[in-house]
């Protein structure tokens, strides 16, 4: 790819502040209460990528319009508002095609985003090491390849004539090669960071130490949880922010019977997780369906429990890691009152309430852990207070 081309891309993702921004949710008629929870989890997204929320719209639709996604006339109602507001930036909870965004912006005279661009500009903030880099490049390169419309259609390479085959190659032909060409470069390099990370992965397994893959929704402190159970000085980076760290992290632990165990801290899910992402972090995620176990993380805070399980075990289902035997805690039980654990004690009999915060539970936690993968249940939260 060309150094100029590149530069462009660099330019179409870059994460600048968004400043006043307006927020759009978008569903289906009986969908209300999902939509809104939806453009909730949006607003902190939105925040996490350095935006303030100036004014928040919510449209139900009996089905989505082709060309503005939710109608013309509520488009310019959001038009108005941007003007007023002085809003330059409106981001929609739904994905959009490249002709919805064109039109809503020509009509808005502001920038449109959508939820999947909105998630990828984080990643591409919060990516550190050299492998989250490339994988976050390629999902950004495979979201921008199907968008590449618009006014390049109307300039070409050569021009066409006599002794010539036809009107010559259109500059949105050569670029969409050239970015074809990006993403095969940079899926060879993540070939080569791969093997590195097979080669640790084998040396854990010959170890006989139990592979445990910590995951959850995102935010809800897996991170927190690994530095607290592992006790080690090299901390793992925490932020009360979503996709606060997206490389994986493992460290060794020691079960309360002295087996060894590795815990790896994964990128935490998110409701509409893009699919370019998916398939981008696919080497990472490959920590998931090869653990012994899996310790679901979910923050006892949240009014979303059952939506964000239903997330996970979509996600799970997509990794093919859904057999793999699992344990269930709720995190962050420091910031509840007593009548609050009651609830959650009676409504999830079989998960944990646990702080990574205050150490409280962990040491139950542990025990948890140490019981066979292959056991037939788990145990209960008046089983583990014996």
């Known amino acids: 790819m060309s150094n100029e081309s590149q530069k462009g891309f660099t330019r179409f993702f870059e994460n600048k502040s968004l400043e006043r921004i ?25 925040e996490t990528a350095g935006g303030d929320v100036a004014e928040k719209f919510y449209q139900l639709v009996d089905h989505y319009h082709p060309a503005t996604l939710i109608g013309r006339g509520k488009i310019l109602e959001i038009a108005s508002a941007c003007q ?40 591409a903030k919060r990516a550190q090491t050299r492998e989250g880099k490339i994988q976050v490049e390629i999902a950004q390169l495979s979201y921008l390849l199907p968008r590449l419309t618009g006014s390049w259609r109307g300039f070409s390479q050569q021009v066409g004539g006599i002794g010539t085959r036809g ?136 009014k979303d429990i059952e939506i964000q399980d239903e997330i996970v075990i979509k996600t799970l289902e997509q990794l093919k890691a859904a057999n793999v035997p699992q344990i269930k805690i709720l995190n962050k039980a420091d910031t509840l009152d007593f009548q609050k654990r009651a609830a959650l004690n009676l409504r999830y009999p079989n998960r944990l309430l646990v702080s990574a915060k205050t150490g409280e539970g962990l040491a139950l936690l542990l025990r948890q852990l140490e019981k066979p993968s292959n056991a037939p249940a788990f145990l209960t939260h008046q089983d583990l207070i014996k």
């Not at 994905?95 to 985003?113: F, G, P, V």
Request: with cysteine; hydrophobic share 40%.
């Open 167 to 302: 009107p010559g190659e259109r500059k949105l032909e050569y670029e969409k090669r050239h970015i074809q060409l990006r993403i095969r470069r940079l899926k060879n390099d993540l070939k080569k960071v791969k093997s590195s990370r097979e080669v640790r992965r084998k040396n854990r397994i010959e170890g006989n130490a139990k592979q445990i893959a910590l995951i959850g929704y995102t935010n809800a402190g897996k991170s927190t949880l690994l530095n607290a159970l592992s006790k080690s000085p090299k901390t793992v980076y925490v932020d009360d922010k979503l996709f606060a760290t997206l490389d994986p992290h493992s460290r060794k632990i020691r079960l309360p019977k002295g087996a060894p165990a590795v815990l790896t801290d994964t990128v935490g899910f998110i409701g509409r997780l893009p699919t370019a992402l998916i398939a981008a972090f696919h080497s990472t995620l490959e920590e998931i369906p090869q653990a012994d176990c899996l310790l679901i993380v979910s923050d006892a805070n949240s």
């Open 22 to 46: 307006i927020l759009v949710g978008v569903g289906l008629k009986r969908e209300f209460h999902a939509m809104e929870s939806s453009l909730s989890e949006l607003e902190r997204l939105a």
């Open 84 to 123: 007023r507001l002085k809003s330059s930036t409106v981001i929609f909870d739904h994905d959009l095609t490249a002709a919805q965004q064109k039109n809503i912006e020509s009509l808005c005279r502001a920038k449109a985003l959508d939820r999947s661009r909105l998630i990828l500009d984080i990643f």
